[in-house]
T-cell receptor
């Protein structure tokens, strides 16, 4: 089974631009979460999507948005880029089986998209 | 709000020896999960081991084991017989037990160096 894939792997943008990152979860996985990883702030939760609905959102400004499609693929968008948005953006997918914790609740991570804002 | 603290920015160990990475957390929840993730240089984050808060028995996965002290809110990772491939950043993470909340709260990470 293919793992979580993220495209593009590397991206360079300038301040003020916008960017869209894509995440394809493991086949059959319904939950997709996004995290931002920076040397200064560490790993921070952005949002989580399940069945095309945003279920949870972290403490990020409205410039950060996302969506999930019917095939569970997810995109995140950052508008009006700032220098501080330079980071590794990680996507994680989970099967999300109901009824307690089980193997389905493990989050599998993609390789990340390295965004550099100049 | 829940927090996760890893007080060791960097640890080093001789190959084949044992090392323990520390993690403490703060929560008012009674139902939650704890994880250790490994992030090798330029490689993907992978799950090392997980612990359900309602389980008293410490989780074990081959050379990896945890010491879960619920009352002390401590969750340390022990790596036995360290191997060169264990070199990585190790992150401790917390998730509450709600079925509808998959948010992971992370510690700052510990860089593990393996000396040959």
């Amino acid at each position: 089974k293919a793992g979580v894939t993220q495209t593009p792997r590397y991206l360079i943008k300038t301040r003020g631009q916008q960017v869209t990152l894509s995440c394809s979860p493991i086949s059959g996985h319904r939950s997709v979460s996004w995290y931002q990883q920076t040397p200064g702030q560490g790993l921070q939760f952005l949002f989580e999507y399940f069945s095309e609905t945003q279920r949870n959102k972290g403490n990020f400004p409205g410039r950060f948005s996302g969506r999930q499609f019917s095939n569970s693929r997810s995109e995140m968008n950052v508008s009006t880029l700032e220098l501080g948005d330079s980071a590794l953006y990680l996507c994680a997918s989970s099967l999300h089986q109901r009824g307690g914790y089980n193997i389905g609740d493990e989050q599998f991570f993609g390789p990340g998209t390295r965004l550099t804002v100049l | 709000a829940q927090t996760v603290t890893q007080s060791q920015p960097e640890m080093s160990v001789q190959e084949a020896e044992t090392v323990t990475l520390s993690c403490t957390y703060d929560t008012s929840e009674s139902d939650y999960y704890l994880f250790w993730y490994k992030q090798p240089p330029s490689r993907q984050m992978i799950l090392v081991i997980r612990q359900e808060a309602y389980k008293q028995q410490n989780a074990t996965e081959n050379r990896f084991s945890v010491n879960f002290q619920k009352a002390a809110k401590s969750f340390s990772l022990k790596i036995s017989d360290s191997q060169l491939g264990d070199a990585a950043m190790y992150f401790c993470a917390y998730r509450n037990g709600m079925d509808s909340n998959y948010q992971l709260i992370w510690g700052a990470g510990t860089k593990l160096i393996i000396k040959p």
